[in-house]
């Protein structure tokens, strides 16, 4: 039996995606890449998914979905017409919606697997609600449609679950391609709830460090392709720039050990207040995490001996700027933490044997002419180790949409923002 999912992927799609081939390849899993385009990922596997387990597990992905069924489209015919005898409400209730007896609540999405500009699906999501609505009705169920706000395509993550779609009705998705559209069924939403406890309500938050969203703590520990499911103390992940903890909070909570170190005092204090916060709050068993003061460079004489799995650290990336610094400015920053950066990987490659993974988000300058970046790479290379590319050669070579640097790395970064986060995936070699 052949199963196919799609993967709602977040805002910086290559690093969702990037994570979700990790993580892929960490659980074996066998699959064929269906079709691609930005936010959507659909693949067929031949094994059924756990999708709360994986969904729980993925810092970059917003929704994982069943698809159902897909159907050929002949150009210019919109969805709802390509549906159009599809439905009935036997169907519908068992293939669909939850076991509820009250007023039922339906979701509908439009996702476009092509340049949306090309798809005849503006508005149309409307007219195939009400078509699916209608027949509901006639069949004597009390509906009420869910439909995206301002013309938009797909309901947000966060509509799904305050309006309780997958506990007293459904999303359904559809995925629209120039040839085919795929009928999908929604499994699990991200749990936007508890990213923003993890992040907002920790009690040490230091506005002027800067800290990690702790998504993108969790995309980057994925890329780093520790031993999965295994609440193993021998595996532990090391963040020699730990700041407030968010990487190791991050960690813990998916049942590694951490071990984290600062060169600033208060940053430790700070991490200690958060990851005792999260010990207690997710409630993990003692002796899972440890802290010292120690400068990243002279890490190998301080760690206490302990098996590391992997380094998964947002270094320190110099000043935040208003404006876009000037390149006397950049060139200095460049060489201060290319000294820190140089003296690190020394120091960690002391520490780890070969074949294992650095994942590290190191500066890289938005500037009217493009991104500058980091221009040291080669003196850490030097030092005994590789770039891993963030996703096959042959995806990036096909899906000319996706942005993965020339030196394989992906950029995170907000519109708003002059310094942006170049994420590596080293590998000692
Ligand atoms: C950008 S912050 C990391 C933030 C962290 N990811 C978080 O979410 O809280 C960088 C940290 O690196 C630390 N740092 C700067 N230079 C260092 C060095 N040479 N060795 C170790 N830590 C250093 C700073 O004290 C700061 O806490």
Do not use: C
């Not at 756990?50 to 919109?78: C, E, F, N, P």
């Amino acid at each position: 039996m052949k199963f196919k999912y799609a993967f709602n992927l977040g805002r910086v799609f290559t690093l969702s995606l990037a994570e979700l081939f990790a993580v892929f390849e960490n659980m074996r899993l066998n699959f064929r890449l269906v079709d691609l385009y930005r936010e959507v990922l659909i693949i067929e596997t031949e094994e059924r998914l756990d999708a709360v387990k994986l969904q729980k597990l993925l810092g970059g992905t917003i929704k994982i979905m069943q698809v159902i069924d897909s159907l050929g489209r002949k150009a210019r015919l919109t969805p709802s017409l390509v549906f159009k005898d599809y439905f009935d409400a036997k169907q519908l209730k068992e293939q669909f919606l939850a076991n509820y007896s009250g007023k039922i609540q339906i979701g509908i999405s439009y996702y476009p697997l092509a340049n949306p500009s090309e798809l005849p699906i503006r508005g149309d999501n409307k007219r195939l609600g009400f078509a699916i609505k209608q027949i509901l009705t006639a069949a004597g169920y009390s509906v009420r449609l869910v439909l995206p706000q301002m013309g938009g395509l797909a309901l947000p993550s966060v509509v799904v679950t305050n309006e309780h779609l997958l506990e007293k009705g459904a999303e359904m998705a559809f995925l629209v391609g120039q040839e085919r559209v795929y009928l999908a069924k929604t499994l699990i939403v991200q749990n936007f709830e508890d990213y923003g406890r993890r992040d907002y309500q920790r009690p040490a938050r230091d506005m002027n460090v800067g800290m990690l969203p702790p998504k993108v703590a969790q995309v980057m520990i994925n890329l780093a392709q520790l031993p999965m499911g295994t609440t193993n103390l021998k595996h532990a992940v090391l963040d020699p720039f730990v700041g407030a903890g968010t990487v190791i909070q991050e960690a813990l909570i998916m049942g590694y050990k951490g071990i984290g170190s600062d060169i600033s005092p208060k940053s430790i204090e700070n991490a200690e207040k958060n990851l005792e916060w999260i010990k207690n709050r997710y409630k993990l068993p003692p002796g899972r995490f440890e802290l010292m003061v120690t400068d990243a460079k002279h890490l190998a004489e301080n760690l206490p001996k302990l098996e590391i799995d992997a380094v998964v650290t947002e270094a320190t990336l110099g000043p935040a700027y208003s404006t876009v610094p000037k390149q006397d400015v950049i060139d200095k920053n460049f060489k201060e933490l290319g000294d820190i950066y140089t003296g690190t990987f020394k120091s960690l490659r002391q520490i780890l044997p070969a074949g294992k993974k650095v994942v590290i988000a190191i500066p890289a300058y938005r500037t009217a002419a493009g991104y500058q970046y980091f221009p040291g790479v080669d003196n850490l290379l030097k030092l005994g180790y590789d770039v891993v590319t963030p996703l096959p050669e042959i995806v990036t070579e096909k899906y000319g949409f996706l942005q993965v640097t020339p030196r394989q790395t992906i950029i995170y970064d907000r519109k708003e923002q002059f310094v942006s986060r170049e994420i590596f995936i080293f590998k000692t070699i």
